[in-house]
């Protein structure tokens, strides 16, 4: 009788456990779905607001049925100023990305792996250069730019992205090289390898979460920056942000086509985060590789 009373009770705490875990996973299912829909709201609003027809983009009540349309996507596509906008971005921002990789992944490599004097001095320096407020610096750079004629020049805004994007690829990529086994360059090396062939083929393979989650968080920074657009371009070089901001007019707003030109800057930063997704968690956890 008492081993009965016994495994009963063993039967009833293992119950208990079980509908704990059970009620602790519901409530965490619960919480994710309550956050994802709190933050997908708002993109859910944009796409459906670009799809309404006009004049009842921002109608109040909203019309949460109604037929959607293209419309205004079609008015864009038929906008040579939003196409040419567009194109702008995507090759000055593109080749911005590739440029601050070209020039601070080596460099951080350099930071992590010889002994550079006054080391700490010089990170400090480069991160100083992402302290400042933008409107800080865009009168500088507005001066020089007039004076070196890449004003309003693809050229002139490729290489403020990479400004604005250098100190950020620097630290994040010397704290991933910090974290990967100098006995594997060492290695390769004792293999007949060179410092550079070590480098290219032994450290940046290691590196590539890393290098992946800088160029996206490089793409995006430099894909929405809009105040460097509005004061250092007037007509060739105009990014996308900028005409976008355009719809914003003193007197009215043309909410049908803010949205649609909105959604349509959305979708190349998506298309690259499908496209780096499996390197990205990794990478977001800097240094995943832990150095012995």
Not at 110 to 127: A, H
Not at 161 to 166: E, G, Q
Not at 230 to 249: M, N, Q
Request: glycine share 4%; net charge neutral.
């Amino acid at each position: 009788m008492a081993t009965t009373d016994s495994d009963s009770a063993t039967a009833s705490q293992r119950l208990d456990k079980d509908t704990r875990e059970k009620l602790i996973t519901v409530v965490r299912h619960t919480i994710l779905l309550t956050w994802s829909f709190i933050v997908l709201f708002p993109l859910y609003w944009l796409a459906s607001m670009s799809l309404k027809p006009p004049g009842t983009a921002n109608s109040l009540p909203p019309d949460w049925i109604f037929l959607p349309t293209v419309y205004n996507y079609i008015q864009l596509i038929q906008d040579s100023g939003f196409v040419a906008a567009f194109a702008n971005s995507l090759v000055m921002v593109s080749a911005s990305v590739v440029l601050v990789l070209l020039i601070g992944v080596p460099a951080a490599y350099v930071l992590s792996r010889y002994d550079i004097p006054m080391e700490r001095d010089v990170l400090v320096w480069i991160l100083s250069s992402r302290m400042l407020p933008p409107i800080a610096v865009v009168l500088p750079f507005f001066i020089i730019f007039r004076e070196l004629n890449l004003f309003d020049t693809r050229v002139g805004m490729v290489l403020m992205y990479v400004s604005i994007n250098l100190s950020l690829v620097v630290w994040v990529m010397k704290a991933f090289f910090d974290g990967i086994p100098e006995t594997l360059e060492e290695a390769a090396r004792v293999d007949g390898a060179t410092q550079f062939q070590g480098f290219r083929k032994v450290v940046l393979p290691a590196a590539k979460p890393g290098i992946f989650s800088v160029a996206i968080i490089s793409f995006i920074f430099a894909w929405i920056e809009l105040l460097f657009g509005l004061v250092l371009t007037s007509f060739e070089a105009v990014p996308v942000t900028l005409f976008v901001y355009s719809f914003i007019g003193s007197r009215s707003i043309e909410w049908g086509m803010l949205a649609a030109a909105s959604t349509a800057m959305i979708v190349p930063v998506v298309i690259f985060l499908i496209a780096v997704n499996k390197y990205l968690a990794a990478g977001l956890s800097f240094g995943v590789v832990i150095k012995e």
